[in-house]
T-cell receptor, first 111, second 111 residues
Framework: QQQVKQSPQSLIVQKGGISIINCAYE??????FPWYQQFPGKGPALLIAIRPDVSEKKEGRFTISFNKSAKQFSLHIMDSQPGDSATYFC??????????FGAGTTVTVRA | NAGVTQTPKFRVLKTGQSMTLLCAQDMNHEYMYWYRQDPGMGLRLIHYSVGEGTTAKGEVPDGYNVSRLKKQNFLLGLESAAPSQTSVYFC??????????FGPGTRLTVT
């Protein structure tokens, strides 16, 4: 079974809107939570990552919010642009070099 | 600096045939990984390696074998292909096991 549950499976947002993707986990040993972005026909690439000692991390228009007590974390894409249309994967890891990925969310930004 | 490369890009096999997928990285990374990506299931780890000469099983290792004879190469073998192995295969490498760099993928169809 997947150790990281991701939702929604897909979402459509208007240009300039906010995209929100949520992930939940059960393993409290997880200590690293990255998000990967994948464009069609390409391999995933690291977008942004957070560790549980902070509740939020922002890089440009991308923000991770982390709720340790709820065992949830989310990705917010502010001012979404057509170039952000991609599949986004959340993941989690705990010191053993292995990432457990969520199922992915396909984001479509309409101009 | 090519990063992570995968050979071949596409392949069609008949049930029972064998093949080897090659992954090469020129970043001097210790850690290398093989994943498969299927719709709605995200990326699932098949096998990984934490250094030259080492290999370990991931989430879905059955039907696959790997070898890491040289630090820069990680080979994934299918001894007797089955239709359930139809997938897109990604190789990744990492310096510390945290940020993973992915190759462009190999699309494999087993008929």
């Amino acid at each position: 079974q997947q150790q990281v549950k991701q939702s929604p499976q897909s979402l459509i947002v208007q240009k300039g809107g906010i995209s929100i993707i949520n992930c939940a986990y059960e393993n409290t040993a997880f200590d690293y939570f990255p998000w990967y972005q994948q464009f069609p026909g390409k391999g995933p690439a690291l977008l942004i990552a957070i560790r549980p000692d902070v509740s939020e991390k922002k890089e440009g228009r991308f923000t991770i919010s982390f709720n340790k007590s709820a065992k949830q974390f989310s990705l917010h894409i502010m001012d979404s642009q057509p170039g952000d249309s991609a599949t986004y994967f959340c993941a989690a890891s705990h010191n053993d070099y292995k990432l457990s990925f969520g199922a992915g969310t396909t984001v479509t930004v309409r101009a | 600096n090519a990063g992570v490369t995968q050979t071949p890009k596409f392949r069609v096999l008949k049930t029972g045939q064998s093949m080897t997928l090659l992954c090469a990285q020129d970043m001097n990374h210790e850690y290398m990984y093989w994943y498969r990506q299927d719709p709605g299931m995200g990326l699932r780890l098949i096998h990984y390696s934490v250094g030259e000469g080492t290999t370990a099983k991931g989430e879905v290792p059955d039907g696959y074998n790997v070898s890491r004879l040289k630090k820069q190469n990680f080979l994934l073998g299918l001894e007797s292909a089955a239709p359930s192995q139809t997938s897109v295969y990604f190789c990744a490498s990492s310096y510390s096991g945290v940020e993973q760099y992915f190759g462009p993928g190999t699309r494999l169809t087993v008929t």
